[in-house]
């Protein structure tokens, strides 16, 4: 059974859980969970929008999780530990869990970008944020990297 996903249906999603000093870094992000809309389990689909000078997320890893991301318009920079690189519509890229090379989008040109972003849901999860002081646990509570709660 095929199901059709009315995009117009899917609820725009902006915020994020970071704590409030990292905030500002993903203030133009919006993102439709179209994944969650077809009622997907084992994996989450986000049709994902950054204004110009945002960025998808903090520069990061998981323990656990894979990611992908396909770029269906605009352009995106996407910054790893091996630099810099320009993507383009058509232009993907993955993520292996656990392999510690933190990555994120930036949209560094004067107009929208959008993406689909692919994470499985595999859990217990750690996400590693290496340009900060940050770790966030399993349960979504973030802490730093010596354990001491992050306030």
């Known amino acids: 059974m095929k199901m059709r996903i009315d995009l117009n249906a899917v609820p725009v999603e902006t915020g994020t859980t970071y704590p409030a000093a990292f905030q500002s870094a993903v203030a133009g992000r919006s993102r439709q969970r179209v994944g969650n809309a077809a009622g997907l389990k084992n994996f989450g689909v986000n049709l994902t929008t950054l204004t110009p000078g945002s960025c998808s997320a903090l520069r990061h890893w998981h323990s656990a999780q894979d990611e992908f991301v396909y770029v269906v318009q605009g352009e995106l920079t996407l ?68 354990g001491s709660t992050h306030h």
């Open 79 to 146: 910054i790893t530990d091996e630099g810099e690189q320009v993507l383009g519509p058509g232009d993907m890229a993955g993520f292996a869990a656990g392999v510690e090379n933190g990555h994120h989008l930036v949209n560094r040109a004067n107009v929208p970008a959008t993406y689909l972003e692919v994470g499985d849901r595999t859990h217990p999860d750690t996400g590693n944020y290496p340009d900060h002081d940050l770790v966030c646990l399993p349960d979504r509570t973030f802490i730093h990297r010596d």
